[in-house]
C-alpha cells in the first residue's frame, strides 16, 4: 500500500507562492491523489484532486509528474487565512480492498 | 445541505470504561469513514461502512468497532479504554457507491476524547 511522505512544516509570507510536495512512492495503477486543508478543531475539507499531470481549481493547482511517485500542491498568492495543515491523502488500494493512508500533513504557517 | 454531525464534541472518560461515538452523514451518503487524530501518529484509518456493512479496516485493535444504521448513520465503539486512545475521532462520509481512490471525503468536526 502507498506510503506518504511530507514535509513536517512551512512557512511563507503573503502574498506568496506555496508549494507543498508530497512522496508516495509505492501508489497503485488506480490510485487518486487527494489534497485536504485542516484548520484548529475542524475535521479535514477537501482543496484538488488528480490523478496524472496538471489539474488546477479556484484556490489552488494539483502538479503528478509522470511517474506519479509525488504530487506538489501549490497556492498561490497566500493570505494569513490559509495558515492550516495540508494533508496528501492517497487511497491504498490491494487485494480488492482500499484504506485511506493520510500523510503525515504539513503545517504552514503565513506570515504577515 | 447540513453537513456531517459528530456527537458529543467533548468527552471524558477513565480507563477501563467504553464509548460510543455518533456521526450523522451529509443527507444522501451512504459511507461512512473512521478516523483517530493524534499529534503523533496523525490521521489513521479506523473502518468504513457502506450500506451497514464495514467495508474496509485499518489496523486498530479488536476493542475498536463500529456499525452503521439503515438510515446511514454510524457509531463507532472502544471498549477497555487505554489512556493510548485519547485523540479526536472524526468520521467523513461520501457520496458514491464504489469507494476507493477517488473518494471526495466529507469530514465533520471531530468527537475530542480524553482518558484519564
Known amino acids: 500500500l502507498a506510503k506518504t511522505t511530507q514535509p513536517i512544516s512551512m512557512d511563507s509570507y503573503e502574498g506568496q507562492e506555496v508549494n507543498i510536495t508530497c512522496s508516495h512512492n509505492n501508489i497503485a495503477t488506480n490510485d487518486y491523489i487527494t489534497w485536504y486543508q485542516q484548520f484548529p478543531s475542524q475535521g479535514p475539507r477537501f482543496i484538488i484532486q488528480?490523478?496524472?499531470t496538471k489539474v488546477t481549481n479556484e484556490v489552488a493547482s494539483l502538479f503528478i509528474p509522470a511517474d506519479r511517485k509525488s504530487s506538489t500542491l501549490s497556492l498561490p498568492r497566500v493570505s494569513l487565512s490559509d495558515t492550516a495543515v495540508y494533508y496528501c491523502?492517497?487511497?491504498?488500494?490491494?487485494?480488492?480492498?482500499?484504506?485511506?493512508?493520510f500523510g503525515t500533513g504539513t503545517r504552514l504557517k503565513v506570515l504577515a | 445541505k447540513a453537513g456531517v454531525t459528530q456527537t458529543p464534541r467533548y468527552l471524558i472518560k477513565t480507563r477501563g470504561q467504553q464509548v460510543t461515538l455518533s456521526c450523522s452523514p451529509i443527507s444522501g451518503h451512504r459511507s461512512v469513514s473512521w478516523y483517530q487524530q493524534t499529534p503523533g501518529q496523525g490521521l489513521q484509518f479506523l473502518f468504513e461502512?457502506?450500506?451497514?456493512?464495514?467495508?474496509n479496516k485499518g489496523n486498530f485493535p479488536g476493542r475498536f468497532s463500529g456499525r452503521q444504521f439503515s438510515n446511514s448513520r454510524s457509531e463507532m465503539n472502544v471498549s477497555t479504554l487505554e489512556l493510548g486512545d485519547s485523540a479526536l475521532y472524526l468520521c467523513?462520509?461520501?457520496?458514491?457507491?464504489?469507494?476507493?481512490?477517488?473518494?471526495?471525503?466529507?469530514f465533520g468536526s471531530g468527537t475530542q476524547l480524553s482518558v484519564l
Open positions: 467523513a462520509s461520501s457520496k458514491t457507491r464504489q469507494g476507493g481512490s477517488n473518494e471526495k471525503l466529507f
Open positions: 491523502l492517497v487511497v491504498g488500494s490491494g487485494s480488492g480492498t482500499y484504506k485511506y493512508i
Open positions: 461502512y457502506f450500506s451497514e456493512t464495514q467495508r
Open positions: 488528480g490523478y496524472k
